[in-house]
């Protein structure tokens, strides 16, 4: 990596229908933190704890669209970020959740809140504050056009490090034997 | 009497004998032509068209093109790893291919085609069909969301196991894969744990119940060695398989 | 229904009929859908038994062709031909009728198991549309009127052979005669005079079986010089690929092996094409005189006419003409006399499947199995029908090569232009006066046809169905030949209310439903083309979708396995750059737009919660 920037490249992450074990795996590139933090600054993320996204330089979004505020806060990155990064299975495929898809929604809901006892009495919540579930599952590129993949459940420290890596130098992230996986 | 030929891949020499198709020459002589539904052991289909090359300017399946003498063969160019990547990615996006939670993820050879040619997405739009599993068999698991109908299973079992477990009905996108029961499930069928068929799945349809996610991850097929080093380590062993069932297209002559 | 067994005599005398031959599954397959409207899994247990072969490959036949069915449809199934030009003549609004009047969903079956409506590829009907088939009878000229009479017989459940026969009438529209529609050759006529070609001085005896041919009078040179006639001719195939005739000849005449087989392609399955259907209508003898010339040329002793299923109707008249002809000595052993000319027809029917026009499909077909085109070469001339040398060619090929058998090379090749010998049949139809079947010498020129059809204010006309070429207003003076427009004979003329987007999202419809699904881009890709073209209907697309287009027509057409991979993308493509305005207007000015409908996706939970609230719907976004 290049010496140390002027202006850093302000940064952006979220985890949408994931489990946020692509944000462990970004914490898993350990010490090179440090140096990464030298040519990055973090926007919206849970690191940060900022609610909504600013103009950023790179978006980093995990986790596939499974409900409307999903496709809020994607909008809403895509919106801001300049270079919009699918991580991660569910991003990339819809992942896990997606696994739903070929199930009927009603039939679901139907039988998660009243054939089984829940906590609603056989009532489907409808609180508006509760965001309505899409009827599938969806990979962020059906939705809004992204511009990198990184896939992986989750995909490697060392995978997100080369990725950024080649990404902060300018040149297009290729990851290789070994670094790219799918599970 | 097999006298030697020789044609060009990617500007070099490649000899062939007589009979021999593009992708058995290429194999044979140590270079690797990405495939999926070709099998050295068994006879080229050429559906999957992952193999596709250029031969003297023409498109074509290197698994069924014949070899010529003084052809010009491009497979390692951009031009036809794009179209591959394409065609893995159409794959990808035909059926519900969720590795994460597949037992067969790092010995799948659609899997390792991807990480091969650096496919990082699908791109297109999934289908995310709905296929249900069959279980019904006490040691064998169908699990039709991850078939690429590359009818591997469907030759093996007519060809070398001789009993025509499996078939293809429907078409286009509809096309699935049947076993050979009246009630259409697995268990009524004479498939047996140490048939060619359940061996031969590239990916996660054919599965052995209770040994799933044994291997340890760095231990599987593909984890070490890329598919394209694995293939010339399994290539080539032409001419030992004779065809079987009678009753079957395949076999009959 | 009970279901047959063996012991039920239908299915007994169905399989008697065919001969337990593996080769016939696909033909017992039909005989048994039209008895009982549905293939009972007991009965393909039956019938695998039978044939001994394994009932995951006779379900792997069923499942293959559209008119095939494992779970049963209404007693009547009611079909609408779903071409364009059926759609242009009002079909949706036809069916949409017919399923309100007898309370029904279209694709579903009544509660009581009667009536079941669906759409299904083009019948053939254009131009005395729309169109239907009713279990596998054809019935045009639909309207209001006509759907009433069909309501009323399906509900006093009156058997569809006992409906008035005026219903089931087709008609041949012939607007312009020339070589081959004005002929007047008496049946058997072309073949006498094939017989006297060639200075044979044993004509009696010089015959065509090729094993015969081989070991005796090395003058008998008559089937060489019908060859080589029809070679003279310049005749090519008139199919749309425009193979040369007597090229496809000699190398069937020369490959190794006994046994040859003549296949006359009647699968007319290319939207807007109707052509064979008169051919086969009102001149079945002169098919039947060029496919025995062209056994007699090559040496062959059986042929097949492959008839599309949606030509149901004409079995039993063409079988008559058959058995007219073996009574009268132009079919069976020895024909006209000469020992050794031995030759018969069988009619193969299909059973809805496109992808059975192309020949190594057809053949495949005629096999009994799955309608996947083969891995070529070999070639069919070789390796054919049950692997041996076997001719496919069109209909129209046939009534061509009859007439060069009969005239001589030179009156054929008189007429046409330098590359495309002799004359085309046309079948035209959409927004003109005069649908139907036109025959012109080759080179006549698209406005022509279009003057002669009575078309008014035409924007566009598609050549060749959806696998050909759709031009515009401005190439009205290219001609229809093989050195400029080559074409199997769909002229289909539209005019300037059509939405030219539309006509190519038909088509795109149409090429997913028949693709075989046997290669991976075209199974994949032509679904992806339909449903982008959805999406642009949909008022969802972007410029985004029109270059994925373009991606999807790179990828079909370097690596499908046939043709119809290789065209599938054309209509959409040859819309887009000659109507582009038409697909411009629907697509969105952002670059990218959700590849399903965002809000749609929260019906069911809208419906769900009871919620209609600002945080229940999701905006379409406003470009920035």
Known sequence: ???????????????????????????????????????????????????????????????????????????????????????????????????????????????????????????????PELPLPLDKVHPLHEVVKVDYFIPGCPPSGDAIWKFLTDLLAGRTPTLGHGLIKYD | MSETHTFRLDGDEVPFAEGQTVIQAALSAGRYIPHLCYHPEFKPHGSCKVCTVKADGRAAASCTLPARAGMAVESDTEEMNDLRRTLVQMLFAEGNHFCPSCEKSGNCMLQALGYDLGVMTAGFRHFFPDRPVDASHPDLLLDFNRCILCELCVRASCEVDEKCVFALSGRGLDKHLVVNAVSGRLADTDVALGDKAVEVCPVGVILKKRVGFAQPIGARRYDARPISAQALDDAPRPGNHRSGCGACEEGAK | MTTPTLHDPTLKSILREHGREPAALLQILRAVQE?????????????????????????????????????????????????????????????????ERLWLERGHVSEDGLISIDTTSCTGLCDQGPGMLVNGRAIGNLSRERIDQLCELILAQIPESEWPIQLFAIVDNIHRRDLILGQALQPGEAIRAALDFGDSPQRETAANARSWREAVPGNATGPQAVLDEIKRANLRGRGGAGFTTGVKWQACRDAAGQQRYVVCNADEGEPGTFKDRVLLNSFADLVFDGMTVCAYAIGAGEGFLYLRGEYRFLLEKLEAVLDARRRSGLLGKAILGVPGFDFDIRIHLGAGAYVCGEESALIESLEG??????????????????????????????????????????????????????????????????????????????????????????????ISGPSGVCIGVDEFDRRIAFEDLPTAGAFTVFDQSRDMFEVARNYAHFFAHE?????????????????????????????????????????????????????????????LKRFRPAYERRLKSLDFEPAFDLDGALAVARQMTGRDDEGAHLRTETPT
């Open chain 3, 369 to 462: 199995k799955r309608g996947v085109p083969r891995n070529r070469p070999p070639y069919p001339v070789t390796n054919g029908y049950l692997q041996r040398p076997t001719t496919v060619n069109n209909v129209e090929t046939f009534c061509a090569a009859a007439l060069i058998a009969r005239h001589g090379a030179d009156g054929y090749r008189a007429v046409g232009t330098a590359k495309s010998a002799g004359s085309k049949l046309l079948s035209v139809a959409g927004d003109c006066a005069r649908p139907g079947i036109y025959e012109y010498p080759f080179g006549v020129t698209v406005r022509q046809v279009l003057e002669d059809c009575g078309a008014v204010d035409p924007q566009a006309v598609q």
């Open chain 3, 515 to 575: 693709s075989c699904g046997f290669c991976t881009p075209c199974r994949v890709g032509t679904a992806m083309l339909r449903n982008i073209m959805d999406k642009i209907h949909a008022g969802h697309g972007t410029p985004y979708d029109l270059r994925e287009i373009e991606r999807l027509d790179k990828v079909l057409g370097m690596s499908a396995h046939c043709g119809l991979g290789h065209t599938a993308c054309n209509p959409t493509l040859d819309t």
């Open chain 3, 35 to 99: 008895a009982y409207q549905h293939l009972p899994s007991e009965t393909i247990a039956t019938i695998a038994l039978e044939l001994d072969v394994p009932i995951a490959r006779v379900r792997g036949v069923a499942g293959f062709y559209a008119f095939l069915s494992e779970r049963p449809w209404g007693r009547y199934r009611v079909l609408f031909s779903d071409n364009v030009t059926d759609r242009m003549q009002g079909s949706q609004d036809l069916l949409a009728y017919m399923c």
């Open chain 1, 1 to 127: 990596m290049t010496a140390a920037v002027k202006n850093k490249l302000r940064v952006a992450t979220t985890s949408l229908a994931g489990c946020f074990g692509c944000h462990m795996s970004l914490l898993d590139i350990d010490e090179r933190l440090f140096t990464l933090l030298e040519h990055i600054e973090f926007d919206r993320s849970p690191l940060t704890d900022i609610k909504h996204c600013g103009p950023c330089d790179i978006g980093i979004v995990e986790g596939g669209i499974c409900n409307a505020e999903n496709v809020h806060v994607l909008r809403e990155f895509r919106k801001n970020c300049k270079i919009l990064v699918a991580i991660g299975a569910c991003a990339v495929t819809g992942g896990l959740p997606a696994q739903r898809n070929h199930l009927d929604l009603g039939a679901c809901l139907r039988e998660v809140y009243q054939t089984e006892i829940s906590l609603e009495q056989g009532l489907i919540p409808n609180d």
